[in-house]
Nanobody
Framework: QVQLVESGGGLVQAGGSLRLSCAASGRIFSINTMGWYRQAPGKQRELVARITSGGTTSYADSVMGRFTISRDNAKNTVYLQMNSLKPEDTAVYCC??????????????????WGQGTQVTVSS
């Protein structure tokens, strides 16, 4: 089985920084795109940032210039460095892995996976 495990969430004051990590485990051959989504109470889930295996990145307008996504392909891990945090960044942040080739139950499968999420709270 493939699992995504996030870490690094927590409580921080406005203007502070946090670094999220998401490690994919299992018998993984390759991962196409990894990304971070967030969902605040009463709002729809939104894309925060994503990065391809080749390093191409994209960001939501609301985090451009403040957040940086990176990944270590050898470790199947994606990171989100969040600087200049604002109260409106408060949300549950979930890791996503798209286009994962992995051995699952003895068979090579191509699937997408989600992590459980980690809470980020920014106080004013």
């Amino acid at each position: 089985q493939v699992q995504l495990v996030e870490s690094g969430g927590g409580l921080v004051q406005a203007g502070g920084s946090l670094r999220l990590s998401c490690a994919a485990s299992g018998r993984i051959f390759s991962i196409n795109t990894m990304g971070w989504y967030r969902q605040a109470p009463g709002k729809q889930r939104e894309l925060v940032a994503r990065i391809t295996s080749g390093g191409t990145t994209s960001y939501a307008d609301s985090v451009m210039g403040r957040f940086t996504i990176s990944r270590d392909n050898a470790k199947n891990t994606v990171y989100l460095q969040m600087n200049s945090l604002k109260p409106e960044d408060t949300a549950v942040y979930c890791c996503n892995a798209e286009g994962v080739w992995a051995e699952v139950d003895g068979t090579a499968r191509y699937q997408h996976y989600w992590g459980q999420g980690t809470q980020v709270t920014v106080s004013s």
